[in-house]
């Protein structure tokens, strides 16, 4: 009985631990270049792996260009609008074809506070396309109900800043009265900017000890 309890114990702790545990974020950032200042984010692969490429798909595909944050609710979400709809720039054949598709939700175990980007859907669980939620607060009662793929890595003042615009209410939403627009957006590599400073700094010191050898050669000999 002891014995079987101590295994009941260590499997709640196991699974305690897991769930508190933060997803690694891969290298992968996007930047949305608002007309109130920058927002980056960066995403979970081991999470939402379907989510993420469609959503990493349409930011390469220059989609979220001219789109905007339709819903500001202070404390709860600033949602981007569906790209099909929410764009003042027409799309092109093959953005309509990746914005038109629909992504199954991958629910998980990861908790929906602030910062963490969230897929907006309709009553079907698979209906989510292309607009998503970035948490302004804890809301635990959409854990395990829509899609988390990322999390907001800088730009938490330019939250706080849509978070004092002024806003009206339409129906559930809370929503801006002036557009919140994304003027552009663009992605990098971390790790490839990692490696890129690295570089630089390895070019420095090589050129240091190359004035240093010849420092010395001349020295020694004149």
Same mark, same amino acid.
């Given at each position: 009985m002891k014995i079987f309890c101590w295994v009941c114990l260590v499997f #709640?702790?196991?699974?305690? #631990? @897991? $769930?508190?545990?933060? *997803?690694?974020? !891969?290298? %992968?950032? =996007?930047?949305?270049?608002?007309? &109130?200042g920058d927002i980056e984010f960066g995403f979970y692969p081991s999470v939402a792996p379907k989510t993420v490429d469609h959503i990493f798909k349409l930011v390469r595909l220059g989609c979220y260009n001219t789109n905007h944050f339709f819903r500001v609710d202070k404390g709860f979400v600033a949602q981007v609008a569906d790209v099909a709809g929410g764009r003042s720039a027409p799309m092109n054949e093959e953005q309509r074809r990746e914005a038109g598709k629909t992504i199954v939700g991958e629910?998980?175990? =990861?908790?929906? #506070?602030? +910062?963490? $980007? !969230?897929? +907006?859907? &309709? !009553?079907? *669980? /698979?209906? %989510?396309?292309?607009?998503? !939620?970035? $948490?302004? +607060? /804890? %809301? *635990?009662? $959409? /854990? +395990?109900? &829509? @899609?988390?793929?990322?999390? =907001?890595?800088?730009? /938490?003042?330019?939250l706080r800043k849509l978070e004092e615009l002024p806003t009206r209410r339409e129906g559930i939403f809370v929503m801006p009265v002036e557009r919140i627009t994304i003027l552009s957006s663009y992605y990098y590599d971390t790790e490839l900017e990692s490696c890129e400073n690295e570089r630089g700094i390895l070019k420095r010191r090589l050129a240091a000890s190359a004035v240093e050898i010849e420092r010395q050669r001349m020295k020694c000999f004149p």
């Open positions: #709640v702790i196991t699974n305690v #631990v @897991a $769930l508190s545990e933060e *997803p690694q974020l !891969s290298s %992968a950032r =996007v930047v949305f270049q608002t007309n &109130y629910f998980s175990h =990861v908790k929906h #506070v602030r +910062g963490i $980007l !969230s897929m +907006g859907r &309709y !009553s079907d *669980p /698979d209906s %989510a396309q292309s607009s998503f !939620s970035i $948490l302004l +607060g /804890d %809301a *635990p009662h $959409l /854990d +395990g109900q &829509y @899609a988390i793929f990322g999390k =907001v890595t800088k730009g /938490d003042e330019t």
